[in-house]
């Protein structure tokens, strides 16, 4: 079945150091992929999201880029803050139903000054 | 405008017991779901709901759980005999479109069973 895994954390990194999180996925056809992100004490919100190969989602300095030849979809940000502290959920959208979203186990990421 | 709405944001429940958790969606988006989220994990799909109809419940864990949509707006997730291992945060979320539209999550609700 469709899935997603997530490469485990917790992540820590100083300010201003580069942050990628893995994430590949398994699935039937062509998923839409997205990154969620929790911050503390809040609900899960869209991070930026990727519908056909080779689309790069981007938001708040945060790139990741559809790969179907590895399927994956790995999140980067060049220089992260402390404000990018925060729990990351990759997910996968199947095109035949769409209505089930397949998230991984999250990634905690602590950005230290 | 206002997000999606969850109430009670905390319920601590007597192992047994009956509890309703609510959801109010962001107005206008057809489609709602409902997922569990246990501590360390992703959220788990229990059920969507596509107006006022459950289109898909395959993820509901038992028949103890049950959800409800009645006008297509506010949904009620309903938990019957409730044991501890029902306790987890249970997160509501509305898209605008069925199909690969981007989730809008509410805060969710920490159910304890004790």
């Known amino acids: 079945g469709d899935s997603v895994t997530q490469m485990e954390g917790p992540v820590t990194l100083s300010e201003e150091a580069f942050l990628t999180i893995n994430c590949t996925y398994t699935?039937?056809?062509?998923?839409?992929l997205f990154w969620y992100v929790q911050y503390p004490g809040e609900g899960l919100q869209l991070l930026l999201k990727?519908?056909?190969?080779?689309d790069k989602g981007s938001n708040k300095g945060f790139e990741a880029t559809y790969r179907k030849e590895t399927t994956s979809f790995h999140l980067e940000k060049g220089s992260v803050q402390v404000s990018d502290s925060a729990v990351y959920f990759c997910a996968l959208s199947p095109t035949n139903t769409g209505n089930q979203f397949y998230f991984g186990t999250g990634t905690s990421l602590t950005v230290i000054p | 405008g206002a997000g999606v709405s969850q109430t009670p944001s905390n319920k601590v429940t007597e192992k047994g017991k009956y509890v309703e958790l609510r959801c109010d969606p962001i107005?206008?988006?057809?489609?709602l779901y409902w997922y569990r989220q246990s501590l360390g994990q992703g959220p788990e799909f229990l059920i969507y709901f596509q107006g006022t109809g459950a289109a898909d419940d395959s993820g509901l864990p038992n028949d103890r759980f049950f959800a409800v949509r009645p006008e297509g707006s506010v949904s009620t997730l309903k938990i019957q005999r409730t044991e501890r291992g029902d306790s987890a945060v249970y997160l509501c979320a509305s898209s605008l479109f069925p199909t690969n539209s981007p989730l809008h999550f509410g805060n969710g609700t920490r159910l304890t069973v004790t």
């Open positions: 699935a039937t056809g062509y998923p839409s």
């Open positions: 990727a519908t056909k190969a080779d």
């Open positions: 107005s206008g988006h057809t489609a």
